[in-house]
């Protein structure tokens, strides 16, 4: 069964603008990752973020997390047009990695 | 650093017919992963391999699908036989850590069946 929950499943944006994910989860969890997959190809690793841990910064990226409410957002400042892609958040459910059925972004040039 | 290897890309096969995918994941990571991703879903664990052992295929059809990690490094995964609901973007992923502390997952390229 699926851990998390991304919401929105879609996201149209225009460049620049940002882009605002959710993911919602269920049991008790040991950290929450994201990942990006561009059409057709596999996933990469975006952020990992522990559940001691309040928010997380990468470049044009800010996660945060609230275990209180089993709830994390990502943020994409200045979207770009490569920014396109479906984005997943992943949560360590036990001992093995579950992921939710994600968002698909896409940013208008 | 090489990333994790998978073959086949794509695969056709009839309904009944069985089909194989290979992985070789980064050296050196312990864990394995298969995932099946359906079009328009997010990826669904089948397996996890630590070192060359089980840690969960609870979601693994085992019916019809097996998979084996071979001297804890590559891995197998094979359905026999195959259903039109098989169709699906098999993807492997690898990971230096694992049991209690899961870190970054490595993913392949994936490997595309399609079942008629």
């Known amino acids: 069964s699926q851990q998390g929950e991304e919401d929105p499943q879609a996201l149209s944006i225009q460049e620049g603008e940002n882009a605002t994910m959710n993911c919602s989860y269920k049991?008790?969890?040991?950290?929450l990752q994201w990942y990006r997959q561009n059409s057709g190809r596999g996933l990469v690793h975006l952020i990992l973020?522990?559940?001691?841990?309040r928010e997380k910064h990468s470049g044009r990226l800010r996660v945060t997390l609230d275990t209180s409410k089993k709830s994390s957002s990502l943020l994409i400042t200045a979207s770009r047009a490569a920014d396109t892609a479906s984005y997943f958040c992943?949560?360590?459910?036990?001992?093995?990695?579950?992921f939710g059925a994600g968002t698909r972004l896409t940013v208008k040039p | 650093e090489a990333g994790v290897a998978q073959s086949p890309r794509y695969k056709i096969i009839e309904k009944r017919q069985s089909v194989a995918f290979w992985c070789n994941p980064i050296?050196?990571?312990?864990?394995l992963y298969w995932y099946q991703q359906i079009l328009g879903q997010g990826p669904k664990l089948l397996i996890q391999?630590?070192?060359?052992?089980?840690?969960?295929d609870s979601q693994l059809p085992k019916d019809r699908f097996s998979a084996e990690r071979l001297k804890g490094v590559d891995s197998t995964l094979k359905i026999q036989p195959a259903k039109l609901e098989d169709s699906a973007v098999y993807l492997c992923?690898?990971?230096?850590?694992?049991?209690?502390?899961?870190?970054?997952?490595?993913f392949g390229e994936g490997s595309r069946l399609t079942v008629l």
């Open positions: 992923a690898s990971s230096v850590l694992g049991g209690l502390f899961t870190g970054e997952l490595f």
């Open positions: 049991t008790s969890i040991n950290n």
């Open positions: 973020i522990r559940s001691n841990e």
């Open positions: 992943a949560t360590d459910a036990k001992v093995d990695m579950r």
């Open positions: 050296s050196g990571h312990a864990t």
């Open positions: 391999f630590q070192n060359n052992g089980v840690v969960d």
